[in-house]
């Protein structure tokens, strides 16, 4: 079973030659002007037929107070109908909570696809899935250092943390929509994941400044097909350049990132 969200990635994919989700996270700190609606709106507009999709975090613009989820909405505008948005919120709570998480973000926001927080177990994560044409991406194995202190834990029978969320994750899975973000730092892990997964979408995260391999990165998370992932980049193609330029350094920055994710990929296949 194939859902809306899979097939809506999988063709812009397929139109854009492209498997690079852009991270669409402003820091005013590192933006080349404070406009955050207008920054966004001009790397989207430069990066758009180079992405397989684009992916906000909700903290970059809840921190900026009551106005930020506007200020979000506006960013996100010039974002083609074709490209999913695959909204980072890493939402887990108990069912009622999250029946509530799920309605903002799919129904009040629009969003092609969530990330979700499984530590609460089915019924904080069910209330997502039953948006079936909608993805929901379980956090599974993420890409920062401290990841290993739970996600390593072995349990008594053997398996480690991450592999059996990735297992609860399949289960779930019977709408075709569930997903795991599988970090680019970790590709032993990632390559685990595939071979525990090998039809579910992975986002993997940490390629960039949390200097994970990229070609590990690939090579470990795409399916037997060259598909089925997501690889994430946010600083690396949103601060290629504070001067005027920015728009167009992003657009050399997506540029190569997108052609050295296909040349792996491509290598990876040819060695299958």
Request: glycine residues 8%.
């Given at each position: 079973m194939c859902s809306v969200f899979a097939e809506k990635l999988r063709a812009a994919a397929a139109g854009n030659n492209s498997y690079l989700c852009i991270g669409l996270d402003p820091d005013p700190a590192l933006m080349a002007h404070p406009h955050i609606p207008s920054f966004l709106q001009e790397i989207v507009d430069a990066t758009s037929d180079l992405v397989c999709a684009y992916k906000p975090n909700i903290a970059f613009f809840e921190a900026l107070g009551t106005g930020g989820m506007q200020t979000m909405l506006e960013g996100l505008?010039?974002?083609?109908?074709?490209?999913?948005?695959?909204?980072?919120?890493?939402?887990?709570?108990?069912?009622?909570?999250?029946?509530?998480?799920?309605?903002?973000?799919?129904?009040?926001?629009?969003?092609?696809?969530v990330t979700v927080n499984a530590y609460g177990g089915r019924d904080a994560v069910q209330p997502f899935i039953d948006y079936a044409d909608r993805g929901v991406i379980v956090w599974c194995r993420s890409s920062n250092p401290g990841a290993e202190d739970l996600q390593d834990l072995m349990l008594d029978d053997g398996r480690f943390v991450f592999e059996a969320v990735a297992e609860r994750a399949r289960e779930w899975n019977t709408n075709g929509n569930v997903g795991l973000v599988a970090g680019a730092t970790w590709p032993e892990q990632t390559e685990r994941l595939r071979e525990m997964c090998p039809d579910m979408t992975f986002l993997v995260p940490g390629v960039g400044l949390q200097e994970g391999?990229?070609?590990?990165?690939?090579?470990?998370?795409?399916?037997?097909?060259?598909?089925?992932?997501?690889?994430?980049?946010?600083?690396?193609?949103?601060?290629?350049?504070?001067?005027?330029?920015?728009?167009?350094?992003?657009?050399?920055?997506?540029?190569?990132?997108?052609?050295?994710?296909?040349?792996?990929?491509?290598?990876?296949?040819?060695r299958r």
């Amino acid at each position: 079973m194939c859902s809306v969200f899979a097939e809506k990635l999988r063709a812009a994919a397929a139109g854009n030659n492209s498997y690079l989700c852009i991270g669409l996270d402003p820091d005013p700190a590192l933006m080349a002007h404070p406009h955050i609606p207008s920054f966004l709106q001009e790397i989207v507009d430069a990066t758009s037929d180079l992405v397989c999709a684009y992916k906000p975090n909700i903290a970059f613009f809840e921190a900026l107070g009551t106005g930020g989820m506007q200020t979000m909405l506006e960013g996100l505008r010039s974002v083609p109908k074709h490209i999913p948005i695959i909204v980072d919120a890493k939402r887990g709570d108990i069912g009622n909570t999250a029946r509530m998480y799920a309605r903002a973000l799919f129904e009040l926001y629009k969003f092609d696809a969530v990330t979700v927080n499984a530590y609460g177990g089915r019924d904080a994560v069910q209330p997502f899935i039953d948006y079936a044409d909608r993805g929901v991406i379980v956090w599974c194995r993420s890409s920062n250092p401290g990841a290993e202190d739970l996600q390593d834990l072995m349990l008594d029978d053997g398996r480690f943390v991450f592999e059996a969320v990735a297992e609860r994750a399949r289960e779930w899975n019977t709408n075709g929509n569930v997903g795991l973000v599988a970090g680019a730092t970790w590709p032993e892990q990632t390559e685990r994941l595939r071979e525990m997964c090998p039809d579910m979408t992975f986002l993997v995260p940490g390629v960039g400044l949390q200097e994970g391999d990229l070609e590990a990165a690939v090579q470990a998370a795409m399916d037997d097909k060259g598909e089925q992932f997501v690889l994430n980049v946010s600083r690396g193609v949103l601060y290629a350049s504070k001067g005027d330029d920015y728009p167009e350094a992003a657009r050399k920055a997506a540029q190569k990132l997108r052609g050295r994710i296909n040349l792996m990929r491509e290598a990876a296949l040819a060695r299958r």
